[in-house]
């Protein structure tokens, strides 16, 4: 079983950037495909990207896309999520999660995940 630990997130203006790391332990990382998600304070939670376990497929949700990039590291066991031109609707606790090395899209990351990240909060605030 993957265990994941996320990091990275922090206090941003609206227009900067942060990249999140998702590291990978207990289980080689190159076995499964990564999503990340976000949970906004009272609203459910949303799936942000998906990429394949090779790193040769990414998905993006609409309100990212354009904006985030997900990338990753085999040998480095980590993941990660490049965010740019942040706005304060970006604010949430986002969170990394393993499902399996078939999985390509959002919609399927969202019904075949099996292993959670603790999350990393991203503020976007002036």
């Known amino acids: 079983q993957v265990q994941l630990v996320e990091s990275g997130g922090g206090l941003v203006q609206p227009g900067g950037s942060l990249r999140l790391s998702c590291a990978a332990s207990g289980s080689t990382l190159r076995s499964y495909a990564i999503g990340w998600f976000r949970q906004a304070p009272g609203k459910e939670r949303e799936g942000v990207s998906c990429i394949s376990s090779s790193g040769g497929t990414t998905a993006y949700a609409d309100s990212v896309k354009g904006r985030f990039t997900a990338s990753r590291d085999n040998a480095k066991r980590t993941v990660y999520l490049q965010m740019n031109s942040l706005e304060p609707e970006d604010t949430a606790v986002y969170y990394c999660?393993?499902?399996?090395?078939?999985?390509?899209?959002?919609?399927?990351?969202?019904?075949?995940?099996?292993?959670w990240g603790q999350g990393t909060q991203v503020t976007v605030s002036s």
């Open positions: 999660a393993a499902a399996p090395s078939g999985t390509t899209t959002i919609q399927a990351m969202s019904r075949y995940v099996f292993s």
